[in-house]
């Protein structure tokens, strides 16, 4: 089974860019492309894992807690980067 990515909306568009360059085949969907950029953080969650992808989330320490008891139903998952990361270290 092939893992397949979402873009949340407030992840630099540069880290997906790099990702997909790095490693083309790699089944990233940006915000744009899924039409995210209207959606609040459980919507935006709710999307990704009824397309079957994990929302990867450019997230500040507070953020998380808009996701805390959200593991029911058929989530994913989710993956954080955080934004005292570098571009090239979250494209690694």
Not at 62 to 74: E, K, M, S, Y
């Amino acid at each position: 089974m092939k893992i397949r990515f979402q873009a949340d909306a407030d992840l630099n568009e540069d880290i997906v860019a790099g990702i997909l360059r790095r490693e083309p085949r790699v089944d990233f969907r940006t915000a744009g492309e899924a039409g995210l950029r209207a959606l609040d953080d459980i919507q935006a969650l709710a999307l990704a894992a009824s397309d079957g992808r994990v929302l990867v989330a450019q997230v500040s320490p507070v953020r998380p807690a808009a996701f805390q008891g959200l593991c029911v139903g058929p989530v994913h998952g989710s993956k954080a980067v955080g934004t005292d990361l570098e571009k090239p270290q979250s494209v690694n």
